[in-house]
């Protein structure tokens, strides 16, 4: 059940901790319209992983947006803003 709200994820080189940030998602009650991962030019496998995450199905949007460079976490909200 997807309610009219959205969530902005910023992240850079942080791979465990997003994965257990995405799975809570799946798991709330109440479900986002859609999640917009802002991976700020990681290199510890984010990238990767974000396009297996992006093709499992769920009830919810899902957008990623790799960043060529680290543009900090204001960046990073800046432009997962803009896109929403």
């Given at each position: ?48 992983y ?23 976490g ?5 432009k ?5």
């Amino acid at each position: 059940m997807g309610i009219d709200i959205g969530v902005v994820i910023v992240t850079y080189n942080r791979l465990e901790k997003l994965k257990i940030s995405l799975d809570l998602f799946n798991k709330q009650t109440f479900l986002p319209q859609y999640i917009i991962v802002i991976n700020n030019a990681s290199n510890d496998g984010t990238e990767s992983y974000l396009k297996e995450w992006s093709n499992i199905p769920a009830y919810y949007e899902k957008h990623v947006i790799n960043m060529p460079t680290n543009t900090g976490g204001s960046g990073g909200f800046y432009k997962g803003l803009q896109y929403a």
